[in-house]
Structure formats: structure tokens, C-alpha cells
């Protein structure tokens, strides 16, 4: 059963910098026959979910447009856990943010991975990040 919890959200003020955490059970992150692609998520009150930065299961990554340059995503395999470090955080990042994992189906590229909620079966509880100006 795959199952996956977030933590490392918490309340900071512009311009700081925060490090969520993934860890996942019921599959192995990274593993060698590329099974799954990851992504984090983020979701502002009365806003939809979005999708932040997505990791394919050959390590490709994919950055929304407003945070690329400033968050990065990374796994460790050792430790099956997804990470997402947030730097340069503004107030409009503030938000719930989810990690989610897929399956790759034998027509996938393992290249592939996606920022689409509608592409993902697995997802995590959230984590609050806040920031403020």
C-alpha cells in the first residue's frame, strides 16, 4: 500500500527558506526500474491545487514557472524521501503543499513526470507553509 506524509511546513517571512519532506512507503523512490514519478503540489485557500515541481523516475524535472530558479526538488534514495527546498519564499507561495507519486505505466517514458493533479493516484495529508511580508 503506498502511502505518503509530508512534513518540514511551518510560517516564515519573506525572503526565508524552508526544506518539506516526503517520506514514502509501499514503493521505492528512485529505484532501478524507474516505477514512479513524483511531484509537490500546493494549494491556497479558495484557489485550485497546483502543481510546484515535478521529478521523473530518471530524476528529469519540471518547475512551475514562478518558482523555478527558486525551489528545487530532490529525492534520497536511501531514505525514500522526496524533498522540495524552497528558497527566496515570497507570500504568494503560501499555501498547503502535498507531495504525490504515480505509477509509470509501461507507455510512459521514464522521463516523463507531471504537474497535473488529474495524473496522480497517491497523495500525502499536506503540510502548511506560511509566509509573511
Known amino acids: 500500500q503506498v502511502q505518503l506524509q509530508e512534513s518540514g511546513g511551518g510560517s516564515v517571512q519573506a525572503g526565508g527558506s524552508l526544506r518539506l519532506s516526503c517520506t514514502a512507503s509501499?514503493?521505492?523512490?528512485?529505484?532501478?526500474?524507474?516505477?514512479?514519478?513524483m511531484a509537490w503540489f500546493r494549494q491556497a485557500p479558495g484557489k485550485e491545487r497546483e502543481g510546484v515541481a515535478c521529478v521523473a523516475a530518471d530524476g528529469t524535472t519540471n518547475y512551475k514557472d514562478s518558482v523555478q530558479g527558486r525551489f528545487t526538488i530532490s529525492q534520497d534514495n536511501a531514505e525514500n524521501t522526496l524533498f522540495l527546498h524552497m528558497n527566496h519564499l515570497k507570500p504568494e507561495d503560501t499555501g498547503m503543499y502535498f507531495c504525490?507519486?504515480?505509477?509509470?505505466?509501461?507507455?510512459?517514458?521514464?522521463?516523463?513526470?507531471?504537474?497535473?493533479?488529474?495524473?496522480?493516484?497517491?497523495w500525502g495529508q499536506g503540510t502548511q507553509v506560511t509566509v509573511s511580508s
Open positions: 504525490a507519486a504515480q505509477r509509470r505505466s509501461p507507455y510512459t517514458s521514464i522521463w516523463f513526470c507531471s504537474r497535473a493533479t488529474s495524473r496522480f493516484d497517491y
Open positions: 509501499g514503493f521505492t523512490i528512485g529505484n532501478k526500474y524507474g516505477d514512479y514519478y
